[in-house]
């Protein structure tokens, strides 16, 4: 069955250095890798997305890097600030067919951001 | 900017009654996904809609139905509401003919089922 790990379910961070989250994923071959913020009882907020043939977007503060051979995504933010405390979830989703669209969500990882 | 609407925000319901929760999506997005999360959980896909008719079915169980309407709001009915059935529903939009499918989530329906 699809299965997608984000690699801790916490990190703690100082604030001014760059937070690295993973994203593992096994049975699927996703077209799109996608990155979300979620801060608490609120909805997931879109960040970023990359397609299967892209290896790297970037925007802002913001990097994520798409390995389809290792199954594996990397999130990189830098110069990280307290605000950017929150829950970050890792969604896949197919390129086609009645499941176009459909996200389907890592566990996330909580981010902390220490002044 | 106009962002995806749910209402209510907030809902208490008995065992075994029946909820109704409405979602309103960003003008001119044509798809609408529903998921559900559990406390501590990850946001899990029920059922999505494109151009008012259903396109895909994920977890959903017998007991809720779904349907998205003439103007794209769409509504997630739900009968005999069990203890588990407690937990955020998300409704999140997108504009699919764009090409990809970033989603727009809305702020969340809470629904605790005593």
């Known amino acids: 069955s699809q299965k997608i790990e984000q690699n801790s379910e916490a990190l703690n961070i100082q604030e001014g250095k760059t937070a690295t989250l993973t994203c593992n994923y096994t049975?699927?071959?996703?077209?799109?890798l996608q990155w979300y913020r979620q801060d608490p009882g609120r909805g997931p907020v879109f960040l970023l997305l990359i397609r299967e043939n892209e290896k790297e977007k970037r925007k802002e503060r913001l990097k994520v890097t798409f390995d389809t051979t290792l199954k594996q995504s990397l999130f990189h933010i830098t110069a990280s600030q307290p605000a950017d405390s929150a829950t970050y979830l890792c969604?896949?989703?197919?390129?086609?067919?009645?499941?176009?669209?459909?996200?389907?969500f890592g566990q996330g990882t909580i981010l902390t951001v220490h002044p | 900017a106009a962002g995806v609407i749910q209402s209510p925000r907030h809902l208490i319901k008995e065992k075994r009654e029946t909820a109704t929760l409405k979602c309103y999506p960003i003008?001119?997005?044509?798809?609408v996904y529903w998921y559900q999360q559990g406390p501590g959980q990850d946001p899990q896909f029920l059922i999505s809609?494109?151009?008012?008719?259903?396109?895909d079915k994920g977890s959903i169980p017998d007991r809720f139905s779904a349907q998205q309407f003439s103007d794209y709001h769409s509504e997630l009915n739900m009968s005999s509401l069990e203890l588990g059935d407690s937990a955020l529903y998300f409704c999140a939009s997108s504009p699919l003919e764009r090409g990809d499918n970033e989603q727009f989530f809305g702020p969340g329906t809470r629904l605790t089922v005593l």
């Open positions: 003008p001119r997005h044509d798809t």
């Open positions: 049975n699927y071959s996703p077209a799109y």
């Open positions: 969604a896949l989703s197919a390129s086609g067919g009645t499941s176009y669209g459909k996200l389907t």
């Open positions: 809609f494109y151009e008012k008719m259903q396109s």
